[in-house]
């Protein structure tokens, strides 16, 4: 669907942009459970008024944070009784062609380490963009993409990501270094991928203007 499908007067219908990640996911055969018809399941364009190009769906399945022996039952008695602990569990869904915004997991003031992540494709093709190689160094330069691959905002100066790296679905990739750049974006078919990751309380874009809102909507 075109950018302006899902927009009224400059206001993201979000209604609008959960059908459409609904139909990616009937389309890959993917179970639906009652989560997406709450406000759990959310979708975002980061205030950039063009998601079908930058954008994504999301479910939070877990965010936590804590210290042993004082969550649960609290029975845990042994040495690690009292330190922090963090774990996330997150669904992503990308139309064709999305890309998330570049970002970066700070330490964040919560006084929790940088978030550590990988992704899980599930469904479809994703191409993953870094600020670092991995050590297999399986990933390609930017600049050796052809001219209509090259991401939204190669060369501009907020732009940190030199390198991509393509995954098919069934493989995983990892963040390759702590608060570095990255952010990933669908193949032609679309994407459904599985994060895992250490506990999630702090995000920095590296455009300004970009933040966890939606174009019109109130509060941006």
């Given at each position: ?5 899902f927009y ?21 055969n ?8 709450t406000?759990e399941?959310?979708?975002c ?7 079908s ?40 869904f ?27 494709i ?9 600020e670092f ?52 974006r ?5 994407a ?11 995000v ?17």
């Open positions: 669907m075109k950018n302006e499908c009224d007067e400059g206001v993201l219908k979000v209604d609008r942009v959960k059908e459409a990640y609904i139909s990616l996911m009937k389309k890959f993917y179970p639906i459970p009652e989560v997406f018809n406000d399941f959310w979708v364009d980061f205030l950039q008024g063009k998601i190009d930058l954008g994504m769906g999301g479910v939070f399945w877990i965010n936590e944070a804590g210290k042993y022996g004082q969550v649960g039952s609290q029975k845990y008695k042994g040495k690690y009784k009292e330190q922090d602990f963090g774990y996330l569990g997150h669904e992503i990308v139309l064709p062609g999305q890309a998330l915004p570049e970002h970066r997991h700070l330490g964040g003031p919560e006084g929790y380490p940088p978030k550590m992540e990988a992704w899980h599930r469904y479809g093709d994703v191409e993953f963009f870094n190689t991995s050590p297999d160094g399986n990933e390609r330069h930017i600049n050796e993409l052809l001219k209509d691959e090259i991401p939204w905002g190669y060369n501009e100066a907020w732009f940190k990501c030199k390198f991509v790296a393509k995954r098919h679905a069934g493989e995983v990739y990892k963040l390759q270094n702590p608060e570095s750049w990255h952010f990933l669908a193949g032609n078919n679309g459904i991928i599985s994060e895992y990751g250490t506990y999630h309380n702090d920095e874009f590296s455009k300004d203007g970009m933040t966890f809102a939606n174009t019109g909507q109130k509060g941006d």
